[in-house]
């Protein structure tokens, strides 16, 4: 067992990055002499198949904070964590019938776009300029910092900030070709991240076997141990601890349920979450957006299929190394620190192995650098370069404007990871981003459902509601308890290890996103009966082809059993 690589693996990891840069590099070329305007630069307009979509999805999504967050959070919660994985997969299907056809009949490219389009310019502006700071102060700041502490740990652990300028300079290379190079080297990226996460979680398994002999050999005899040993992290609800009635609760308990709060987050929080981030985010929805109706819908219910598997990929390795740990055979757990759980069980893999995972977990980190800094670089150049700054820019112009913005927030994310100055580390990766995204989720979700469903939200009702909603999730995750109490009708607070009360913050959103349906729609009855600027919604564009159906059908009953299983 060695903490550090050896050549087979850093040979392993050269191919990987040759052959990624090489096929980014002949997809560019290719553009370049057959595509000239912004649009295909910045869309991939009408070029981009339902594989490669659906491809292009998950490796954006998954990364550092899902290898290395949600690996941990499988170490500290179990399988309920999947449920962010799961039911991402029905919201994708959700995204697929009912959001998709309303942007594509729209001719929606951004998200500020629909805004503008639905409701005003202010509204637009607002939100442009906060998908922009949420973009590079949360997501790409911890896609990179979680990164590359995850491969500095491998690597003997001197070397965090050469990783991350290493990392940052990959992204760009895919990133400055524009949305199709990124979206078809996704296509090896999320290859490369499903084998080498499967191998991980294979070898995780055989090694809970092989340090357990009581439970037998082979990965099915140390997935079976996983359940015989740690039998409360193969439950999909949390119990609360009031009532756990049978033995007293720890300070252990409190905080699993302030990170997922049983049935309350299937009733608020995670819908939240899942149906805003798949639903109304440029950095996801704009892999679609240049596609016909019926390749968009594939490919995203293609995404839907894969979300199913990564559990096994990401969340896992997490259990196996809870229960290694626990039984005193990860002694490289120091503190027993749970995002350091996926880089503790990949020192168990054989050399050239290692570097597969390595490269797997780069693949990750890189699509989600080089997606999110595309998106950011069409917001800005799209809509608020092009709108206010230089509104007869040439396509040409627009593309360089889009490359100088791709540089400067990547520059920005070293700068501010370089020392961790946002405490990314302090809070565990993937609640960091949950938990900071859903401040905006609820306001920013309201706005968009209500906006494309109901034809009388307004304008005011829309920029009232997505300040409101942050408001409310700032009242709700930091002062409700000391100004309201901590047992209220609408909520309960739990004392955290630090003495101060919290409520769990998939319960804020929900509270949130209840109390903002509602002032938006209090606001809108004084407006007209239908809005001038409401969509014409056509029944006919939500009918789905029979193939589509059928994959609906068979994820959603892939799901059921699953549940079905660990309830």
């Avoid at 409190?254 to 979450?273: C, E, N, Q, R």
């Avoid at 995404?303 to 490289?332: D, E, S």
């Avoid at 409700?480 to 901590?486: I, S, V, W, Y």
Wanted: hydrophobic share 50%; with cysteine; glycine share 8%.
């Amino acid at each position: 067992m060695s903490q550090n690589l050896a050549f087979a693996d850093y040979a392993v990891f050269i191919i990987y990055f040759v052959v990624v840069a090489g096929y980014g590099y002949t997809v560019y070329r290719k553009r370049e002499r057959n595509e000239h305007d912004a649009k295909a630069y910045f869309l991939a307009e009408g070029s981009l198949t339902w594989w490669a979509i659906g491809a292009s999805l998950i490796a954006s999504n998954i990364s550092a904070e899902q290898f290395i967050g949600m690996s941990g959070e499988g170490f500290f919660l179990g399988i309920a964590v999947a449920a962010y994985e799961w039911l991402a997969a029905i919201a994708l299907i959700i995204v697929a019938v009912w959001f998709i056809p309303v942007y594509l009949k729209n001719k929606i490219y951004t998200m500020p776009q629909f805004l503008k389009q639905r409701y005003n310019e202010s509204t637009a502006l607002i939100m442009a300029v906060f998908w922009l700071f949420l973009y590079v102060f949360v997501n790409l700041t911890s896609i990179l910092y979680l990164g590359a502490v995850a491969i500095n740990g491998l690597t003997g652990g001197d070397y965090l900030h050469a990783i991350m300028i290493g990392l940052a300079v990959f992204a760009l290379i895919i990133s400055l070709g524009g949305m199709k190079v990124v979206a078809y080297t996704d296509v090896i990226q999320v290859a490369v991240l499903i084998i080498g996460g499967l191998v991980t979680s294979y070898i995780a398994l055989t090694t809970v076997a092989e340090y357990l002999p009581d439970s037998g050999q082979g990965a099915i005899a140390g997935f079976k141990e996983l359940m015989r040993q740690a039998p409360e992290h193969f439950k999909m609800i949390i119990p609360e601890p009031t009532q756990q009635v049978s033995t007293a609760f720890t300070q252990n308990d409190i905080d699993k349920y302030l990170t997922f709060p049983g049935l309350m987050s299937y009733a608020a929080g995670i819908w939240i979450i899942n149906l805003n981030y798949w639903g109304c985010n440029q950095y996801i929805t704009q892999r679609a957006l240049g596609a016909d109706l019926q390749t968009a819908r594939t490919g995203i219910l293609f995404a839907g299929f894969l979300k199913l598997l990564m559990p096994l990929i990401v969340m896992l390795p997490g259990i196996a190394a809870f229960v290694l740990y626990k039984n005193g055979h990860l002694p490289q757990l120091v503190g027993g620190h749970k995002d350091g759980a996926y880089s503790a069980m990949l020192t168990f893999l054989p050399t050239g192995i290692k570097g597969l995972s390595v490269a797997a977990l780069t693949a990750a980190i890189v699509a989600s650098l080089a997606g999110k800094v595309n998106s950011i670089s069409t917001i800005y150049t799209l809509d608020v370069h092009k709108k206010y700054i230089q509104k007869n820019a040439s396509d040409n112009a627009q593309v360089n404007i889009g490359r100088y913005t791709v540089f400067a927030a990547m520059l920005l994310a070293v700068l501010f990871t370089w020392d961790d100055l946002l405490g990314i580390g302090g809070v565990g990766g993937f609640t960091y981003i949950q938990k900071y995204t859903g401040f905006i989720s609820p306001g920013v979700f309201a706005m968009f459902f209500l906006g494309m469903f109901w034809k009388r939200t307004t304008g005011a009702a829309a920029i009232v509601g997505v300040i409101a909603g942050f408001l409310l999730s700032v009242l709700f995750n930091e002062f409700a308890p000391a100004l309201f109490g901590n047992q209220t009708f609408l909520y309960t607070a739990y004392q955290t290890a630090k003495g101060t009360y919290e409520i769990p913050f998939h319960i804020c959103m929900g509270l949130s996103f209840l109390f903002t349906m509602i002032l938006m729609i209090g606001m809108s009855m004084f407006g007209p009966k239908v809005n001038p600027k409401a969509f014409e919604l056509d029944t006919e564009m939500f009918k789905l082809k029979p193939q589509t159906t059928v994959m609906v059908i068979i994820t959603l009953l892939i799901i059921a059993a699953l549940y079905v299983k660990f309830w």
